[in-house]
């Protein structure tokens, strides 16, 4: 699984199907290929392991050229990286596939596909498809309707994109669990797993909704419903720029990429949960042997990175995994003492963090049972060098200050929690409520935008103060600690975050009618012994700044409040760090700092 492009056109397709690639490589692949029909009716197939650059250099060797194709960023789950598992991919000439997702039943398809003759030369799911294609084939000619009758055998999550050498005018796509998109242009249409993939040639979509199938011809799409019927999906007109140096409508990029989390957090679960169950091949091939050996994790990262995964301390030991999480500096300048069965867990939005690099390499002799990075960008050292890795699927982030790398990180981090979960008797009732909080969190996310406005009233509280406090507990006081590295990294306030219960032990101290005091209020267990150290601050003078689950009581005098509506428990830590990045980043804008590149910070920190 990772990426998919396609295009039936009266032109070349080979360069849209390149350039499509090529934008979807932030997605992280290990492999790559196209397959194109030639005018003389033959497929051509070339793929490469490795990245779309040594695809590329394959074709300046060879050229090709068609006016149909499809072509494939791939991210190992069945079968090693190598060239015979790269897709896309084919039975015999009569057939091409490109696939993302997981087909759960392919073993037993595999063995009911050789008993009637088919030759497999790879190890993975999607080489099933192209030859259960085939087979039906041979008794139905319609590529439509073989499509048609082979996913009914399919279990699992996918998006399919079929051609064939009999349909010089043809593609066809099916969409379950995976997402696909139809891009629409004059004499020609195209096909992807991502918009941004097709922003060079139209800016008019249609997205497929599940369940669905689609022919798609050079004159026209007709789509049909999982019933068969044909239907209208809506046409939609992009309004991303093909440049992702692009601020588009807003002021700077770190607002744009606050708003950008609903559409990152939904990609980064794409392919990963399906009707209530996480797809654990979706992490790599090599993860669930990885998984399965782990009785512990420790957790090394800087910065924001290492509050994502002071959050994920909390997941983890709730299901019953013991964790520790380090920052990386500390952790490489000590003796480590490694458990049985640790796995050691790298964070890093760049990917080039020196600290969380050097500690990765040095950890290879210390015992580990292996080691899993969460990252952003596919081709960094850690992810090269980790024996798996996460990606978050954030794209680019030009702002130096994180905002949808940390939230897609602790999407991501819940996705690992929720596959040790499962190895510590997790029910399927359980997990069925994780991954439907996972599934609402994009929405959620989407309401909370929607307080912008609101928040930036509220940021005209901050424009004259020096200090701020932000408090939280359990999970919360890691999404306090990254409030307030916010609200300095860019306003330059001094801020400070601490556990709530212990404002008594020393910070109580700092609290006056100057000190503003920010604290997140879900409904949780630790709600009332919150607001009883907020007392503590009003008996003091000072003011709070509050965001609230709507059911929670606030019997305070003197306070702002937000109400965050229809919040789920597991995910609540990833949607209220929204709101707090909402109100840095208007604080900053009041302060007339340079919100995206502020002063002495760098996006990637690759020295030590």
Same mark, same amino acid.
């Given at each position: 699984? %990772? ?29 790559? *290929? ?14 490469? #392991? ?13 050229? $090709?050229?068609?006016?149909?194709? @499809? ?30 997702? $997981? ?25 099933? $498809? ?16 073989? #499509? ?15 051609? !064939? ?71 939609? @007109? ?8 692009? &601020? ?26 399906? &009707? =209530? ?58 003796? #480590? ?8 867990? !790298? ?112 940021? /005209? ?12 507990? =359990? ?10 590295? &916010? ?5 330059? @306030? ?6 709530? *219960? ?16 920010? %604290? ?20 003091? *003078? ?24 229809? @919040? /789920?428990?597991?995910?609540?830590? $990833? ?15 009041? &302060? *007339? ?6 002063? /002495? ?8």
């Amino acid at each position: 699984m %990772c990426g998919i492009v396609g295009a039936v056109a009266q032109r070349n397709v080979v360069p849209i199907l390149m350039e499509g690639l090529q934008r979807l490589e932030y997605r992280g692949y290990d492999s790559a *290929g196209l397959a194109v029909r030639q005018a003389d009716g033959n497929l051509q197939r070339i793929r490469a #392991v490795g990245k779309v650059a040594k695809l590329k250099e394959l074709l300046d060797q060879s050229p $090709i050229t068609g006016e149909l194709g @499809i072509a494939h960023t791939r991210w190992a789950t069945h079968g090693m990286p190598a060239e015979r598992n790269a897709h896309p991919h084919m039975s015999g000439e009569r057939v091409a596939v490109v696939h993302n997702g $997981i087909i759960e039943n392919h073993s037993e398809l595999r063995e009911e596909l050789k008993a009637h003759g088919y030759v497999f030369t790879s190890d993975t799911d999607t080489e099933v $498809i192209a030859h259960l294609l085939a087979h039906v084939m041979e008794t139905e000619d319609d590529l439509l309707q073989a #499509v048609r009758t082979a996913i009914r055998q399919l279990v699992g999550a996918y998006a399919l994109a079929v051609s !064939s050498p009999a349909d010089p005018d043809r593609l066809v796509v099916a969409r379950a669990g995976s997402p696909l998109v139809i891009g629409l242009g004059v004499g020609e249409n195209f096909i992807a797993s991502d918009v941004f993939a097709l922003l060079p040639v139209t800016q008019r979509f249609v997205f497929l909704e599940e369940g669905d199938v689609a022919d798609i011809r050079r004159a026209g799409i007709q789509v049909y419903d999982a019933r068969g019927d044909q239907v209208e999906r809506a046409e939609r @007109i992009s309004q991303l720029s093909a440049s992702t140096a692009d &601020k588009g409508p807003y002021r700077h990029y770190m607002l744009k990429e606050i708003h950008e989390q609903p559409a990152v957090i939904a990609e980064t679960l794409e392919g990963r949960i399906h &009707k =209530g169950r996480l797809l654990e091949e979706s992490f790599g091939h090599e993860a669930r042997a990885l998984f399965d050996r782990t009785q512990g994790v420790h957790i090394i990262a800087c910065g924001t990175s290492y509050h994502a995964g002071m959050v994920a301390k909390y997941w983890l030991e709730e299901v019953g995994v013991p964790c520790s999480v380090e920052v990386a500096s500390e952790y490489r300048y000590r003796k #480590v003492v490694v458990p049985p069965g640790t796995l050691f867990l !790298s964070i890093s939005q760049s990917g080039e963090t020196a600290d969380t690099l050097a500690a990765l390499r040095g950890s290879r002799q210390m015992g580990y049972v292996g080691s899993l990075t969460v990252c952003n960008v596919p081709e960094s050292s850690l992810t090269r060098e980790s024996d798996v890795a996460l990606m978050t699927r954030a794209g680019p982030e030009i702002g130096v200050a994180s905002t949808k790398a940390f939230t897609t990180q602790l999407t991501a981090l819940r996705l690992v929690a929720l596959a040790l979960a499962r190895r510590r008797g997790m029910s399927r009732e359980q997990e069925e409520q994780w991954v439907n909080e996972l599934h609402a969190l994009p929405r959620q996310v989407e309401v909370v935008l929607e307080l912008s406005d609101a928040i930036a009233e509220m940021a /005209n509280a901050f424009a004259d103060k020096h200090h701020a406090l932000f408090l939280g507990r =359990g999970s919360f006081y890691p999404i306090a600690l990254e409030g307030a590295l &916010k609200m300095k990294e860019i306003s330059y @306030i001094h801020a400070e975050a601490y556990p709530a *219960g212990e404002l008594k032990h020393g910070p109580l101290a700092l609290v006056d009618a100057d000190m503003p005091v920010v %604290c997140a209020l879900p409904k949780d267990p630790l709600l009332d012994k919150v607001l009883s150290n907020l007392q503590e601050v009003r008996a003091r *003078g000072g003011e709070l700044f509050l965001f609230s689950d709507r059911e929670v009581r606030i019997e305070l005098d003197r306070y702002q409040n937000l109400t965050l509506a229809d @919040i /789920n428990p597991g995910t609540a830590p $990833i949607t209220y760090s929204v709101p707090l990045q909402l109100l840095a980043y208007h604080v900053a804008v009041l &302060k *007339g700092t340079d919100v995206d590149q502020p002063r /002495n910070l760098a996006k990637s920190v690759t020295v030590e």
